[in-house]
């Protein structure tokens, strides 16, 4: 049976990491869940967690952040796109 570190708690009843808080006092089973937060989310390439049927239970939060990056970037360059188009000269004629 796995067990929890104690030496994290050795100057702190509770330790941050990033947006996880590991608590001295939380039970094994939320804090290897915490664990496993913190590892998804350091991870830089999208990764997703899924049940059994496919449905997506977790994905690491630089993948989220990424994609909302992109989305805006996306967005912008559309819009510019649209705005030059009308005012930009056409080379084909």
Excluded: Y
């Amino acid at each position: 049976m796995p067990a929890i570190n104690q030496q994290l708690f050795a100057d702190s009843p509770t330790l941050h990491l990033r947006d996880v808080a590991l608590f001295e006092n939380d039970d094994i089973q939320t804090h290897l869940e915490k664990l496993a937060r913190i590892v998804l989310d350091e991870m830089r390439q999208f990764v997703a967690l899924l049940d059994a049927n496919g449905n997506t239970l977790e994905i690491n939060r630089a993948a989220l952040q990424r994609s909302q990056r992109c989305c805006r970037v996306a967005t912008c360059l559309r819009l510019a796109s649209e705005w030059l188009g009308d005012a930009a000269p056409d080379a084909g004629r």
